[in-house]
């Protein structure tokens, strides 16, 4: 499945965790009887305070629920939790993995009828949803007890971590998108390998010149295109100085910037046409990695996750990483992961968890937690530290945080960008007029707000 396809079903799961309510805990907090126990004592763990100062070295059994299920991030928990263990022997973790797919619905489902785990894995960008409703705890006294500086995150990440001024919690991984592009290819078409495009009319000037027809009129090698990859109509108006939504929580779908956008996209699509676009995401589906590793996309916005893809399928791939191009001004997208204490009723586990929290959060433990599965770890001192930051491609992911953004989280249409993904592709694969759809697009988030607001 490619990034695109687990994007959207990651934001579908957003709307499951958003209908959380508060829920009382189970009798012990264990949720799901397949858990399994956080292993035999090791080695000593690092980034955590006593047990005592959260416990009082009493006896005390939690459960953290997450999606590693299997290779090295399934290993590596496993030994986190041996090696917490250690550190706390007073505290037993019975963690329970659950694959990515069918996570969100057995959480949503547990912590709704009041059987959530006391530490679970969750959507960044719904925080606020289960914050308003009780069904997580405020981390802010552990953070101010035990000295933690949230300076040492992504800011873009501890802003969403709070509700009302309140942390909820704390950041685990994120993602970002930047430009994927083939030095080779540059090489080939006469472009500067060291010279990737940094605005939108350079980006269709190299797509144009990257572009490769064969004998059939079809589609051999695709210099560029919006709908490949992890783009989004959202981020490519942003980078337009566009919006969706106001300071007052009103919708600016319509706005000229995001038209102008999505105008931009369907010029770039219109020239390789629907009958060669269709054939040519035919064969980059049936591929089941991306085109860019194939060598059938010279240039491609993507997450970083694509970074380890190429490391495993293609290390020798000479290719470059580069800020999304922009019309108007810097901008990427990033979603996350994050840990969330669940409102379980029960201080001497939601203390518990919390150590567990601040160690899973550490620096010493993100960096290996990046090594075991190259993700971009929320703390800086990991993501940053300097063993890293030598590889210049990395470098470049991490340096496009400072102008990353969410989603906004909109209580009257949680959803609002899942609407957005059916115009855009009636736009860029049907020839639909940009500013009709989204015209269109912006009364039915105005009925949103409106319904919404009746319901208040």
């Known amino acids: 499945m490619n990034n695109r396809n687990k994007m959207a079903l990651l934001l579908a799961s957003a709307m499951l965790t958003a209908g959380l309510t508060a829920c009382s805990g189970n009798s012990n907090g264990n949720g799901a009887g397949s858990s399994s126990p956080s292993g035999s004592p090791g080695a000593s763990a690092e980034g955590s305070a ?10 005390v059994t939690i459960s953290y629920w997450h999606i590693y299920t299997d290779g090295a991030m399934k290993d590596l928990t496993d030994q ?26 057995k959480l949503s489902t547990a912590m709704a009828a009041g059987s959530g785990p006391d530490l679970a894995l969750n959507d960044t960008s719904t925080v606020a949803a289960r914050a308003k409703t009780g069904a997580i705890l405020s981390t802010d006294e552990y953070i101010q007890r035990d000295g933690v500086n949230l300076d040492d995150y992504f800011p873009v990440l501890v802003d969403r971590m709070k509700y009302q001024g309140k942390m909820y919690g704390m950041p685990n991984d994120t993602d970002v998108r930047v430009l994927y592009y083939n030095k080779k290819m540059f090489k080939d078409a006469g472009l500067d390998p060291n010279k990737p495009p940094v605005n939108w009319d350079e980006l269709e000037q190299y797509a144009d010149k990257l572009t490769k027809w064969n004998d059939k009129k079809m589609l051999d090698v695709i210099g560029f295109s919006p709908a490949l990859g992890n783009l989004h109509l959202w981020t490519l108006a942003w980078t337009n100085g566009g919006d969706f939504w106001d300071d007052e929580g009103k919708p600016t779908f319509n706005k000229p910037e995001n038209v102008e956008a999505l105008q931009w996209e369907k010029k770039i699509q219109d020239k390789y046409g629907v009958k060669a676009m269709s054939a040519f995401n035919s064969q980059a589906n049936a591929l089941g990695f991306s085109p860019f590793i194939a060598g059938k996309a010279a240039m491609i916005v993507d997450v970083n996750n694509l970074y380890q893809e190429i490391k495993t399928r293609a290390p020798d791939l000479d290719f470059g990483v580069a800020p999304i191009p922009y019309s108007k001004t810097p901008a990427s997208w990033s979603a996350g992961f994050d840990l969330e204490l669940v409102n379980n009723k029960d201080p001497k586990r939601a203390a518990a968890a919390w150590e567990l929290m601040k160690y899973l959060t550490s620096p010493e433990v993100q960096v290996k937690i990046h090594e075991a599965s190259g993700s971009l770890v929320s703390n800086m001192k990991a993501a940053q530290d300097p063993k890293f930051m030598e590889d210049p491609n990395w470098k470049m992911i991490v340096d496009q945080m400072k102008v990353s953004r969410f989603i906004e989280y909109v209580e009257a249409m949680p959803s ?24 269109g697009a912006q009364k039915d988030a105005e009925n949103a707000v409106a319904n919404f607001g009746k319901t208040q």
């Open 80 to 105: 986190l939790l041996a090696d917490f263990h250690a550190k706390h022997p007073n505290i037993t973790v019975q963690q329970l993995g659950v694959n990515f797919f069918d996570y969100w619905t």
């Open 50 to 59: 006593p047990a005592s100062d959260a416990t009082g070295g009493e006896p």
């Open 416 to 439: 609002w960008h899942s609407k957005l993904d059916p115009v855009e592709q009636a736009v860029l694969n049907s020839g639909k007029d940009p500013q009709q759809f989204l015209d």
